[in-house]
């Protein structure tokens, strides 16, 4: 475990040279909601303007 905490490298454990578990090094969840999206959604245009156009689920 100490290993694994200290390179951040996963180890796999076996049981008679069979795969049975991963360790992989705890990485804590972020705090703020919108920091999980952080890296991973991109913003194509304009999304704050209102759209002048008419939607077919509203007639």
């Known amino acids: 475990m100490d290993e694994v905490q200290r390179t951040g490298v996963p180890m796999l454990i ?3 040279g069979r795969p049975v578990a991963e360790l992989r090094p ?3 969840r972020p705090t703020n909601f919108l920091g999980v999206w952080k890296g991973l959604v991109i913003v194509k245009g304009d ?3 209102p759209v002048n156009q ?3 689920a509203l007639e």
Do not use: F, L, Q, Y
């Open 14 to 16: 076996t049981k008679n």
């Open 26 to 28: 705890h990485r804590p």
């Open 47 to 49: 999304i704050i303007s």
């Open 54 to 56: 008419k939607w077919e």
